[in-house]
């Protein structure tokens, strides 16, 4: 039998021309005015969207449907019958927090469960058939203002990393030890548009790849994993 295209293949450039959209709408804009835009005018469809056009019939959005009654949301948010792929997307951005700052930002459990979700997926035999898409708009400082990287154990407003976070995501690179989530920065000449493999500390018998893409001057970045 041939090789078929993945899932990666597909998404890479699906990816790249959403960048590229994004930076023809707004590359001049100063990183406050884009956090304004990238928190009130979009959420997580409208990327599942950009991400499902180009299969245009073929995409099912699945926002909303359920297993069972006592089984929840379905795990993906993009279904192509068929190629049997099946995408998990998530969107990052801050919501308004107690203090009335737009600071704050999702629990990790809801990243890890996608994280798992692909885990299991690639061990039943469906690696090149999934994929967990993360995007978000290049508007903050450090990435653990959109995302909790935090070991949950430091007291105050600046944790020490927690290194069973920090290991899926691979695009992040230290600037001391001991390494605080806030003093994370982007290792963009290292890794981006080149696949890094990831390997979960909860789970040594799997692992799978992260392609970060993004530069220092776009708008937005995305991280597959696969």
Partial sequence: MS??????????????????????????????????IADERYNEMDICVRLGYPFRQMAHFTVGDMKKKTAGKVNHDI????KDFKIE????????????TNSASKSWNVYQDDFDWLSN??????KGKRAFVIGWFNCVNNFSSLIQLGDGKTAGSKPLVSE????????????????????????YNSTAYSPQNVSPINNVDVDFSCLFLGSEEDAFHFAIYY
């Fill in 121 to 126: 997926e690639i061990l039943e035999g469906n």
């Fill in 89 to 100: 997307v998530k969107y990052l951005k801050n919501w308004k927090s107690s203090s009335g």
């Fill in 79 to 82: 279904y192509i019958h068929s």
């Fill in 3 to 36: 090789p078929t295209p993945t899932i990666d293949q597909y998404l890479l450039s699906t990816c790249l021309f959403i960048i590229d959209e994004f930076n023809e709408l707004y590359r001049d804009l100063s990183k406050e005015d884009l956090k304004k």
């Fill in 164 to 187: 069973q976070k920090l290991c899926y995501f691979p695009f992040l690179k230290r600037r001391s030890v001991p390494t605080y989530a806030s003093e994370l920065i982007y290792n």
